[in-house]
């Protein structure tokens, strides 16, 4: 950690620098305060089951209020942590915070929902991510088997041998491990078999032409066949309209997430969600028909 903050010291602007560059600067400088300001949140976006029509889980994802920047999004800084290595300390932040709050809910609310949690490619390389996430399990007393981590293609293609013992380690522990982003990555499909995961999250670039588009129609049927056939569950990412709820629940997609239910929400607004009546939540979405399909 020493090491990441040394290469991260503040720099400063020189007149030839362009504007693009200059933001970056003026972003990695200002992240380096972000924890300590208390400027970093989570946000919360519910995933819908297709078989009970109630909500699955959760997906937590940061926010950063700058003091003097504003709202930035983590499109835009995630890569630059990653860059100077400030993404070992947030990323740490992220799932002690998450697993504190679904820990939260959990005893105050009585909903045991599965949280999700995006790891970054350092983060999923770092020597003491095994060690991290039992850290914020135990501090928070958060059940393993509701904590799930999402990873993405290109993390789980470096090292077959050593992402094998990181993935089995997590997996002794009890957490579930989505691939995000499912589609675009690496092309290879070899490590499905050969990895002990439980989600495929098909990216939202395959979703936003259904049900129209025939190629992606085409992509996604093909991704929740062979994903089934592997026995992993498919969550489709970025539903915005009740006729791509209608392709996925056709070709029976296990879980759905996307605007259409709901945004991510604010701590404060997901638990005024949480705390209404099992009943009226799990109207979120309408369950499939009996007998229907
Ligand atoms: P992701 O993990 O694929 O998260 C889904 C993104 O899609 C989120 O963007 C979410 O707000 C957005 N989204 C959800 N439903 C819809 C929809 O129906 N339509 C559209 N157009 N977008 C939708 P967000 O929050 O801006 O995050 C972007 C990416 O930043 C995430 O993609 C993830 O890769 C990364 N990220 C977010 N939070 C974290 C974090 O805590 N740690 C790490 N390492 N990465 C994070
Ligand atoms: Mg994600
Ligand atoms: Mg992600
Ligand atoms: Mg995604």
Not at 13 to 35: K, W
Not at 100 to 114: D, E, F, K, N, S
Not at 223 to 250: C, N, P, S, W, Y
Request: glycine fraction near 8%; aromatic fraction near 6%; hydrophobic fraction near 45%.
């Amino acid at each position: 950690r020493a090491k990441a903050e040394g290469r991260n010291r503040c720099q400063y602007f020189t007149a030839e620098m362009s504007s693009s560059t200059r933001r970056r600067v003026e972003i990695g400088n200002a992240l380096r305060y972000a924890i300590r300001n208390a400027e970093l949140s989570l946000h919360y976006q519910p995933r819908a089951s297709l078989d009970g029509g109630g909500m699955a889980g959760m997906e937590a994802l940061l926010r950063w209020d700058a003091r003097l920047l504003g709202r930035i999004a983590p499109s835009e800084f995630i890569p630059l942590a990653e860059q100077n290595g400030l993404i070992l300390r947030i990323g740490q932040w992220v799932l002690n915070q998450a697993c504190r709050q679904a820990q939260a809910w959990r005893q105050r609310l009585g909903v045991a929902l599965p949280i999700a949690v995006n790891l970054s490619a350092r983060q999923f390389h770092d020597a003491d991510l095994v060690r991290a996430v039992e850290a914020a399990l135990q501090a928070s007393g958060l059940p393993p088997r509701l904590l799930e981590l999402e990873l993405t293609e290109s993390m789980l293609m470096h090292d077959a041998k050593r992402t094998a013992r990181t993935l089995a380690a997590l997996k002794a522990i009890g957490v579930r491990l989505a691939v995000d982003d499912f589609g675009t990555g690496y092309s290879s499909l070899s490590y499905l078999k050969s990895f002990p995961l439980d989600y495929l999250k098909i990216d939202r670039s395959f979703v936003s032409g259904l049900p129209e588009d025939r190629n992606d129609g085409a992509i996604v049927r093909a991704i929740i066949a062979m994903a089934h056939t592997l026995g992993l569950k498919v969550i489709a990412e970025g539903v915005e309209t009740a006729g791509q709820l209608d392709f996925l629940r056709a070709q029976r997609c296990d879980e759905v997430q996307g605007y259409f239910f709901s945004r991510p929400l604010p701590a404060p607004e997901m638990e005024a969600w949480l705390s209404r009546p099992e009943a009226e939540r799990s109207g979120m979405i309408p369950p499939t028909p009996a007998g229907g399909e």
